[in-house]
């Protein structure tokens, strides 16, 4: 997937991620439909050196779809910039 079809498929994605962000909101917490959503778009493999299954994307076009995300809504957008927090969600978000 090219890091254009990356930032389309978010752009996709953006009108449900606001019908929840009040949701997310109240539980104070990024949703797993969200996480999953996101996982299925490729964001979470956009930094991911290729020899290891990533699109070895450059900075600034992880950073464009953050951007377009928080657009909407800042938290998914906020924890996306936290590998730390990124890595165990996304695990979640397989189960």
């Not at 254009?4 to 929840?20: A, C, S």
């Amino acid at each position: 997937m090219t890091n254009r079809k990356t930032l389309d498929r978010v752009r996709d994605l953006v009108p449900n991620i606001r019908q929840r962000a009040e949701n997310a909101e109240r539980q104070r917490r990024v949703l797993e439909q969200t996480i999953r959503e996101l996982t299925e778009a490729g964001v979470f493999r956009m930094l991911q050196p290729r020899r290891f299954g990533g699109d070895e994307s450059s900075p600034v076009e992880f950073f464009e779809v953050v951007r377009a995300i928080a657009a909407d809504d800042a938290g998914p957008a906020r924890r996306l910039s936290d590998r730390r927090w990124a890595e165990p969600a996304q695990r979640a978000a397989r189960r």
